[in-house]
């Protein structure tokens, strides 16, 4: 056996190498079948990957011939090797305008009830597409669903509805994990929640907690109850959990993950290598049949992340993206670096999409090279990968950029290029959940479920 | 330019020009003028007057009257191609009587209503504190948990946003393991923890080897050359004293002990050299060793005679901690564990020569020492208790008290007991079976959340305790200690003056600072200063994590004088001092006659106040250049409590006149502001941004002249951060008053504001303006507040 370390290794190669011939010797050292190869049917995986700031149509437009696919633009390039295994949809519009904290809080959801005067006191509108799924299916795995996003940078970081797209209910965002490390820890049972060397008395801990909780809930008001509902919920996954990976076939799955190397301990410096590590613990999750749901925001809405590491890049993204806005003409006040014009500041802004259509590949790559059953992880998997914006400088809410990938166990038509021309995005998301295995009347705006 | 000119004369004129002094009045002139778009069911931009019937909505919406005030004064409303034109006089008097309104609240035609806090998750920062105030321990719990996101430019004890979610509740577990372990790595944290003891029982610390915590261990010094060592014991066969060494037990090079073998007393030094005597002392009778080092030279006593002397000295190691009836792993000494120790006592100088000889014989010396081990005097601290389930009880009840800042329940006290029965089962000696109970309160609800109890459909006053916990959490972010605890119990901190006195207290304990800090990088929006907010490496290689962090703690010791010094609260934005660091100081161009990265008050010259502070203008910048409209934006939002609506989401493109391109900043944002949808908002903002253009994007002076001059849309022309703060200070102080007073009562509360709060804010106000505007008088009030004071269910339907 020769684990992650060795992948580590491979992984930095690869991050040298071009990045075409993608060849992913850690899991084929490891038997790269998925745990649950043996199962009569693998179980469909959902990944939800937001991409903020918005994203025009040439970095999201396939060219295609009676509905197929045929060519990628430059700026998807990175996605050329799986054209064959995802479908671009155009037209989508979404009832949203305006504003980026609706924007990125209301992604999974529907349109902004409220637009701009969306609140996360007030809530979101409902439970988030990816939540609704979770809790349809979440609980045959010992994660319902797992959340993840990028460590914000700007001074948009802090803000709730920026930093959310997955909802439990209107007004309870799930939090989020950022480091590779601890994700790694969660999944197996490493956390310093497992109780290390000592005897573990967590369900001791558990069982007064509920106690605890009941009697306090009595002494409330029923305004006050909500809250500690909230609380009850949380400590009854934790309990079921506990309760899964007491099971035997937990058993097997914690012997292969204990021979894991983890990953490295904070937040990698170089980006690529961190966005790389997420996506490594989404795989990671999947292939260990940990969750079934997850999702990532590859960074926050309206993310103010200086992209100074891409060469020729000079700018922090959402300032990027008003690219029509050369009013400070500077991005530096010595005046030697200057935006000249509209068309340098767009082609920094399409740079940076890009380079997170890059990462998405890798992740996409990563699932294709894991076989699991007569298939591989990708095949077994449906990946929605999106904006809220068309043009970031526009906060346009009409072409929305919408990709999905995987196969969802021979549901899907991959390869395709479908136009759903003015219809609403949440028509997807019926179909998305259907795909799933979940049925649901109507979602937002619509009772419309869209072909895909 | 012809409506300027036309408002800077009407502003001489008399004003019973035109009357506007009523509702009706005010009516009129709307359904005359604004109705083609903001009346008879239409709302452009969200505002209609059709529901407008009283002074009431004005205080109700006060964000949106405050633009119909500026949009009437200014001349925006209605707009040039509006059907009927508004003449100047009924403008004037129209923004008069919105202004006048405004301004003078009459409370009484508010709804009186204190507001509903659900119950509120401690976050990261308080649960952080409780712990260290709840154990005594310094252990920093904030890496173990996520940080807590807040809502807009809320703060993230808002109880609304705290939610509760399994990777939480995950994370509460490990943080509840992780702290217990500290405490009990901590003998002393440990008794104060568990003062009862079943007959029996040793506290902790008296059982042998003992190992002193750091903070002991430091209080010990055996490197300096100078101290001395008192023990009195008994044995047979020998074995280490006490001795610096490392806490794991190996024995190292600059390690020391005195220990006994072969009967004879040695103090030896690792790897160094020793001291021997020929004295026995293992006849099983008490006897007093003294060692006593002076000027370097160690010197053994014994039974009130010198019994040997030799140079021998090494500086402490660090890491090494004091321990007793241990020393290390080596062949040459074993534990003591045979017979007794009765104390240690460490003297941080030697003894003269008769006090050696006085204390080495057993008698009392005047000389108090600086650390003393003795588990027989300590003996009347710790509490016995005739059975071990008394004993049991009587601890859990004490320490449920203080985790649950309230009595614990009957229940939850045979809960709580039947979890430390359960790890008694399951073999845990006495101290160590308390574990599990402490850990499973650390991740309860009752510790988590401060839940009051039921709020009626009626407002009634909050319970002593509830009071006791607002109070301590608001000024502390932590619990309430011991005295206020007390306050409580008896019911006084109800009575207004002794609630008074206690946030005196309070206020003048360090544990202020936290509230100060919390409130104030956030309320300012630099908390993310060197994390998520940082200028670029390249441009601007001097703003080191060092300084970044240096910013902000300016900031904070800087808030604190004022709030803490209660001086009046403009001191904020216009004082002659700052505290700097030789970093920071080199960073403003101050001299820099001192050194030292600790930060120090110093007069300043061509700065004053947050606005010339490098944290507040590096936040409000880009990573490489200064944004006139981010600092612009950060005053009206941040100081004065006005958030501009957020630019239309169709930018169009900018004209560039005459195919010339905008060579400054201000010349590109002049172009830009010619596009109407721009300027009705960028004409607020851009020129409260240029009057500190002299500052770069880290809060350096620009070197030569900068053109820092700004005129507002009035008329109004400033110069540079002095004028503009003399413009803060005069015709903008009620406003940036007002903001002050509301963002302190909603950090107070947990909750932002809601209307009914506004007799509340009025109070604040007037508690200000009566106290020299002095920051004690605004704390008072708040306190004082109706909302803070006061729950009742959360309203039906809100108005």
């Known amino acids: 056996m020769k684990p992650f370390r060795q992948f580590r290794l491979s992984r930095r190669t690869l991050l040298r190498g071009a990045g075409a011939a993608l060849a992913l010797p850690w899991l084929e050292v490891m038997t790269p079948r998925s745990i649950r190869a043996a199962a009569a049917k693998p ?90 799924v979770a809790k349809a299916i979440g609980s045959d795995t010992p994660f319902t669903s797992l959340e993840l996003i990028t460590k914000p940078e700007g001074s948009f970081g802090r803000s709730i509805l920026r930093n959310n797209i997955s909802w439990s209910s209107a ?51 029923a305004a006050d109850r909500d809250k500690l509902d909230e609380y009850f919920e949380a400590v009854r996954a934790v309990e079921k959990r506990l309760e899964l990976s007491r099971k035997e076939s937990q058993a097997r799955l914690d012997q292969r993950l204990a021979q894991a190397t983890p990953p490295p301990a904070g937040i990698p410096e170089d980006h690529e290598a961190y966005l790389r590590l997420m996506f490594d613990m989404m795989v ?88 699991e059953g007569d298939g591989t992880l990708l095949d077994h998997s449906l990946i929605l990968y999106g904006s809220p914006f068309a043009d970031g400088h526009e906060h346009a809410s009409k072409q929305l950029p919408v990709m999905l990938a995987g196969h969802a166990n ?10 759903h021309q003015g219809k609403p995005l949440e028509g997807i998301y019926l179909s998305v959940m259907d795909k799933l295995g979940v049925r649901v009347e109507a979602f937002g705006g619509t009772d419309n479920a869209l072909e895909i | 330019m012809g409506f300027r000119i036309v408002i800077l004369l009407l502003v001489w004129l008399p004003s019973h020009l035109a009357a506007v002094d009523s509702v009706a009045a005010a009516q009129a002139v709307f359904q005359k003028y604004c109705f083609d778009c903001h009346g008879n069911g239409k709302a452009k931009a969200g505002i209609s007057f059709d529901e407008f019937s009283g002074e009431v909505d004005l205080w109700r919406d006060r964000g949106i009257w405050l633009r119909v005030r500026d949009a009437v004064r200014l001349g925006d409303m209605p707009p040039e191609k509006a059907e009927h034109a508004l003449p100047a006089a009924e403008r004037k008097a129209l923004g008069d009587w919105v202004a006048h309104t405004l301004q003078h609240v009459d409370v009484t035609k508010i709804p009186k209503h204190p507001g509903h806090v659900p119950p509120r998750r401690l976050n990261r920062h308080e649960y952080a504190y409780t712990v260290q105030d709840l154990f005594g321990i310094e252990f920093d719990a904030m890496p173990l948990l996520p940080e807590d996101l807040v809502e807009g430019g809320g703060f993230d004890n808002a109880a609304a946003t705290l939610s509760v979610q399994p990777l939480l509740i995950e994370k509460y577990i490990g943080a509840a393991r992780q702290v217990t372990e500290a405490v009990w790595r901590d003998d002393e944290a440990l008794e104060r923890l568990l003062p009862v003891l079943p007959p029996g029982a040793m506290p902790p610390s008296g059982n042998l080897p003992f190992t002193a915590t750091a903070a002991q261990s430091k209080r010990t010094d055996m490197g300096n050359g100078a101290f001395a060592v008192l023990v ?15 806490a794991t037990g190996e024995w190292v090079p600059g390690a020391k002990t005195l220990y006994i073998k072969r009967g004879r007393l040695i103090y030896d030094i690792g790897w160094l050299g020793n001291l021997e005597t020929r004295t026995r002392v293992d006849d099983g009778e008490w006897h007093h060793a003294l060692l006593n080092v002076v000027d370097g030279r160690a010197q053994i006593h014994a039974d009130g005679e010198l019994l040997g002397t030799r140079r021998l000295t090494q500086p402490d190691k660090a890491e090494h901690r004091f321990r007793i009836g241990v020393a290390g792993d080596d062949d040459e000494f074993q534990p003591f564990t045979e017979g007794t120790i009765a104390f240690t006592r460490f003297y941080d100088q030697p003894l003269t020569a008769a006090e050696a000889q006085a204390a080495s014989a057993g008698k009392a010396i005047a000389r108090k ?9 300590q003996k009347p601290t710790v509490k016995p208790a005739a059975t071990e389930a008394e004993a049991a009880r009587r601890n859990l009840e004490a320490f449920l008290q203080q985790a649950f800042r309230r009595p614990p329940t009957t229940e939850e006290m045979t809960r709580y007991l039947k979890l430390f029965a359960h790890a008694r089962g399951q073999g845990d000696a006495f101290h160590e079976a308390f574990r599990l109970p402490v850990k499973t309160a650390l991740v309860s609800p009752a510790f988590l959340f401060r839940a009051e109890s039921t709020g009626g459909a009626r407002a009634q006053r909050v319970t002593a305790f509830e009071l006791a916990n607002r109070l301590s959490y608001f000024l502390w972010a932590s619990q309430p200690d011991a005295a206020l605890r007390e306050r409580a119990r008896s019911g006084e901190l109800l009575r207004e003056e002794i609630l008074r006195a206690e946030v005196k207290r309070l ?12 409130f104030t990088l956030q309320w300012l929006r630099i908390d993310g200063l060197g994390t998520r907010i940082k200028p670029d490496a390249e441009r601007f290689p001097q703003a080191t994590p060092a300084l970044l962090r240096a910013m902000k703690e300016e900031t904070v010791l800087f808030a604190d004088s004022i709030m803490r010094g209660n001086q009046p609260v403009t001191r904020l934005l216009n004082a002659d001092y700052t505290f700097v660091n030789t970093d920071l100081a080199r960073h403003y161009g101050m001299p820099t006659l001192f050194t030292g990265a600790d930060l120090k008050r110093r007069l300043t010259k061509n700065r004053g106040g947050l606005l010339t502070q490098a944290s507040v203008l590096t936040v409000s910048s880009s990573p490489r250049r200064t944004s006139p409209v981010f600092r612009g934006k950060w005053i009206l939002e941040v100081l004065l409590g006005q958030t501009p609506p957020p630019p239309p989401a169709n930018v169009p493109e900018l004209k560039t006149e005459g195919g010339t391109e905008a060579k400054t900043i201000r010349e590109a944002l002049a172009q830009h502001r010619r596009n109407a949808a721009c300027n009705s908002c960028h004409k607020r903002i851009d020129p409260l941004g240029f009057a500190l253009e002299a500052f770069d994007a880290t809060g350096r002076l620009r070197p030569g002249p900068v053109d820092t001059e700004a005129q507002l849309q009035d008329g109004t022309r400033f110069d540079g951060h002095t004028g503009l703060r003399r413009m803060l200070l005069t015709r903008e102080q009620p406003a940036f008053t007002r903001q002050l007073a509301t963002r302190l009562l909603a950090y107070a509360l947990g909750r932002e504001l809601e209307f009914t709060d506004e007799a509340a804010v009025q109070g604040l106000l007037q508690a200000l303006r009566e106290n020299d505007l002095r920051a004690e008088a605004l704390i008072q009030a708040v306190v004082a507040s109706y909302p803070f004071q006061y729950r009742q269910a959360p309203a039906s339907e809100t108005p």
């Open chain 1, 43 to 132: 179980p469909v995986r959902l990944g939800c990957l937001y991409l903020p700031n918005g994203s025009p149509p040439e970095a999201w437009s396939p060219k295609s011939t009676g509905g197929k696919i045929t060519a990628l633009t430059s700026e998807m390039a990175a996605l050329r090797p799986f054209m064959g295994d995802l479908q671009i949809i155009t037209g989508l519009q979404s009832e949203l305008r305006g504003s980026h904290p609706a924007a990125g809080a209301t992604w999974l959801v529907r349109p902004a009830p409220e637009g701009d005067r969306i609140s996360a006191r007030r809530g979101v509108g409902g439970a988030s597409m990816d939540q609704l």
């Open chain 1, 171 to 221: 007004t309870t965002p799930l939090p989020r994990e950022t480091e590779p490390r601890a994700i790694f820890n969660r999944l197996t049972g490493r956390s310093p929640a497992a109780g290390g060397p000592r005897r573990d008395d967590r369900q001791s801990i558990l069982d007064a907690i509920v106690a605890d909780a009941r009697s306090l809930r009595t002494r409330v008001s």
């Open chain 1, 284 to 371: 990671l999750a999947y292939w260990t049949d940990s969750t079934r749901v997850a999702t990532f925001m590859l960074d926050h809405e309206q993310s103010n992340r200086y992209f100074n590491f891409l060469p020729g890049v000079k700018g922090m993204w959402h300032a990027l993206s008003h690219w029509r806005d050369i009013s400070g003409r500077t991005e530096d006040d010595d005046g030697k670096t200057s935006w000249t014009s509209r068309d340098v500041k767009r082609a920094q802004y399409l740079k940076v999409i890009e380079w997170h259509h890059r990462q998405v590949a890798y992740f996409f790559n990563r699932l294709k090279s894991i076989r």
């Open chain 1, 410 to 419: 021979g549901q899907l038509q991959p390869g395709m290029h479908r136009s």
């Open chain 2, 232 to 246: 009195r014991f008994k044995t047979q066969t020998g074995g280490a004293l006490f001795s610096k060494a490392p």
């Open chain 2, 369 to 377: 020492p600086v650390y003393v081990w003795d588990p027989a005097a």
């Open chain 2, 507 to 518: 206020l003048a304990d360090e544990r202020a600072q936290r509230f100060v800090e919390r």
